[in-house]
């Protein structure tokens, strides 16, 4: 018995059609009707009875449909535990990185990390913070990268390193040419609102207090967006350093009274055990 007969079984106990079975193993309808008939050779009885409606079980089909299936979804598993036993050699890590995190420096340190350990595999899935972190609990990744407070008591905590914001502008906007942008620019300049910005509600606090009041006439939770808005010269951007490109068409200035700033980490949920390759590469991330 061959697995290519039990896989063309089971795709007529399907379709109930040997032309429609054929096709969707990719085979002439000859070669599955010629591998049908060594299985009923095999098992000393027909399998199946053909009429104008397609086909039908017989008692021995009927019978011998759960247990070809059971052995093809045993040769499945047989064959993904083999390709898992090939990887061994590899190693596969999973990063989460949050929406906001900027991917230069990341993808410079995993790139420094993979030169001296080629052997790693990296997968890298951004995303909403609290997705990550669900998924961080349930093991889908070894580490995420993120910003904000998150309990010491689930997650391992590593400060990988501190950064400020700045107000990115087109070249060729009023305010390129200043050397710093003070709370009053702000207040009389269209904004670009970042709608999952950390600091958000801080910036608008800070500028209430100041007695100004921002205004966005656009908003968005993509960066991408917001940054082609920007070169189009439609508003500001205010963005982390690692967020901001180097692009000869924007230009990224510092917000003179307030320094805001935030702090990058990586979080290990305490309940999964940590390699030693996910501690070196955090060591690598959190490098200057």
Do not use: W
Not at 193 to 207: G, H
Request: contains cysteine.
């Amino acid at each position: 018995m061959e697995m290519r007969q039990i896989s063309y079984f089971l795709a007529v106990c399907e379709h109930h059609n040997f032309t429609h079975a054929a096709r969707a193993c990719n085979v002439s309808q000859p070669s599955l009707t010629t591998a049908i008939k060594k299985l009923e050779q095999e098992l000393e009885g027909k399998l199946f009875v053909r009429d104008r409606a397609g086909c039908r079980f017989t008692s021995l089909g009927k019978l011998m449909q759960p247990r070809l299936q059971k052995i093809q979804e045993e040769a499945q598993k047989a064959k993904t535990e083999a390709a898992r036993h090939a990887k061994l050699d590899r190693i596969p890590i999973g990063i989460g990185i949050g929406e906001t995190i900027g991917h230069k420096k990341l993808s410079e340190a995993v790139t420094r990390f993979r030169t001296r350990l080629p052997q790693a595999d990296i997968e890298l899935i951004v995303g909403p913070r609290d997705t990550l972190m669900s998924q961080l609990r349930d093991g889908v990744f070894d580490l995420a990268v993120t910003t904000g407070m998150v309990s010491d008591e689930l997650y391992r905590i590593d400060q990988l390193y501190r950064e400020t914001y700045r107000v990115v502008v087109s070249a060729h906007h009023r305010l390129s040419e200043n050397t710093a942008v003070s709370i009053k620019d702000l207040a009389n300049t269209e904004m670009l609102d970042r709608l999952n910005c950390e600091m958000r509600d801080e910036l608008l606090r800070t500028c209430a207090d100041a007695g100004h009041e921002l205004y966005a006439s656009y908003r968005s939770n993509r960066v991408e967006c917001l940054l082609e808005l920007a070169r189009q010269g439609s508003g500001v951007v205010i963005l982390p350093t690692t967020s901001i490109p180097l692009d000869s068409g924007l230009v990224s200035l510092p917000i003179e009274e307030h320094q805001m700033g935030r702090d990058v980490i990586a979080v290990r949920y305490r309940h999964q055990s940590s390699r030693p390759e996910t501690n070196e590469l955090i060591r690598e991330l959190a490098r200057s």
